[in-house]
C-alpha cells in the first residue's frame, strides 16, 4: 500500500515528538511497527537516517535535527489550505471574528468591543451574502494571531509591532509611547521623565520574551545600546507587576496606556527615549482583502485612526 509523503513527515514528526515508536503509533491510531517500516524505507530510499535506535532510547540524528523544522512547517502549511477553505465557507455567513494581543492599547480594545457594527452594515450594498452583523473576539499573543489570521480563524487581529510576513495586510493604526511604574519614594520619582539608561543595575519586570519575540528582543538590544544592563523579570500580567512594583520589589516596563491601572504605592513616569514606542497595528491575510473583508477591515482601521491615546 502507497503511503503519502504527507503521512511520512506526520510519522517523522510524531515519532520525533513522542519519543517513541509505541507513543507515536498510539497518538495516530495506528501499529508501531508500520510506522517504524514505513519511516526506514524513506530513509532506504534517501540513504540518511532521521533517528539514532537502541533498546534504551530513540533519538534525532542530526539529518533528523535539520528536518524536523522543515516538516513542522510544511504541516502547519499543509493545516493552512483546509482551514482556508473552511473560512471561505464561513466567510459570507459571519459573524466577524477579530483578535487583540494583551498589549494593545486598552483605547483600541475599547472602541474594538464597542463598535458599532450595524455603522458598517448601512455602508454596505445589502445582499443575501451579507454576514452576520455582529463580533467575536479572541486575545492572544501577536504570533499567535498571526497564525490564526494566516489560517483563517480569525479574520482581522490588533497586534504589536513588528510584524513580518508577506501574505499580511498591515496597517499600523497607532503608537504610544513606554512608561516606568516605579514605587513611591525611588530616587527616579523626582525626574519628569527617566531615559532607560536609569534602568542600569534595576530589577526590571517586563514581558515574557515568548509573547513577541521580535519587540522583546529590540527593547531588551535598544536598552542595552544605552548602556544599562537592568536585571530582568519576564511577567505576563501587568496588573501583576504592578502590584509587585508597589511593593518595592522592582520597576516595571510597561505600555504607557498601562498608567491608567494606577493603585496606591506606585508612580508611573514617561520614558524620555523616543525611539522607545510600542506600534499596534491592524492586520489580515492579504489575499483575502477583497470585497465585503475588505470594507470592514478598512471600517476597522478608520475607527482605531480616530483614537486619541490616553496619556497621563
Avoid at 475588505?294 to 490616553?310: C, E, S
Wanted: net charge positive; charged share 25%; glycine share 4%.
Amino acid at each position: 500500500m502507497a503511503v503519502s509523503d504527507h503521512s511520512v513527515l506526520q510519522f517523522i514528526a510524531a515519532v520525533a515528538e513522542e519519543g517513541s515508536f509505541a507513543r507515536a503509533a498510539k497518538r495516530l491510531h495506528t501499529d508501531q511497527a508500520f510506522i517504524a517500516r514505513i519511516i526506514s524505507k524513506r530513509e532506504r530510499q534517501l540513504r540518511v537516517k532521521f533517528f539514532e535506535r537502541s533498546t534504551r532510547r530513540l533519538l534525532l540524528t542530526r539529518v533528523g535535527r535539520a528536518v524536523l523544522p522543515e516538516i513542522h512547517l510544511s504541516l502547519r502549511h499543509e493545516q493552512r489550505v483546509w482551514d482556508l477553505a473552511q473560512y471561505y465557507g464561513q466567510l459570507m455567513r459571519g459573524p466577524f471574528r477579530v483578535g487583540c494581543s494583551p498589549f494593545t492599547n486598552d483605547n483600541l480594545v475599547r472602541i474594538l468591543y464597542q463598535l458599532n457594527i450595524a455603522e458598517f452594515e448601512a455602508q454596505q450594498v445589502m445582499a443575501t451574502d451579507s454576514p452576520e452583523p455582529r463580533l467575536t473576539f479572541d486575545n492572544s499573543t501577536t504570533p499567535e494571531l498571526v497564525e490564526r489570521v494566516l489560517r483563517g480563524k480569525l479574520h482581522a487581529a490588533l497586534g504589536v509591532q513588528p510584524i513580518h510576513d508577506r501574505d499580511l495586510w498591515i496597517e499600523t493604526v497607532a503608537k504610544e509611547s513606554f512608561c516606568l511604574c516605579l514605587p513611591r519614594g525611588h530616587k527616579l520619582n523626582q525626574r519628569l521623565a527617566i531615559p532607560v539608561r536609569e534602568l542600569d543595575g534595576l530589577l526590571v519586570f517586563w514581558m515574557p520574551e515568548d509573547m513577541h519575540p521580535a519587540l522583546y528582543k529590540s527593547t531588551i538590544e535598544y536598552v542595552s545600546s544605552t548602556g544599562a544592563h537592568p536585571r530582568y523579570i519576564e511577567m505576563g500580567s501587568v496588573s501583576h507587576a504592578i502590584e509587585l512594583v508597589a511593593h518595592g520589589l522592582g520597576v516595571a516596563l510597561l505600555p504607557q496606556s498601562a498608567s491608567h491601572l494606577s493603585r496606591p504605592g506606585v508612580i508611573f513616569k514617561p520614558v524620555a527615549d523616543l525611539h522607545m514606542q510600542i506600534e499596534t497595528a491592524l492586520f489580515a491575510r492579504r489575499e483575502l482583502m477583497r470585497d465585503t473583508l475588505r470594507d470592514f477591515t478598512l471600517f476597522l482601521a478608520a475607527k482605531f485612526h480616530g483614537v486619541k491615546l490616553r496619556v497621563q
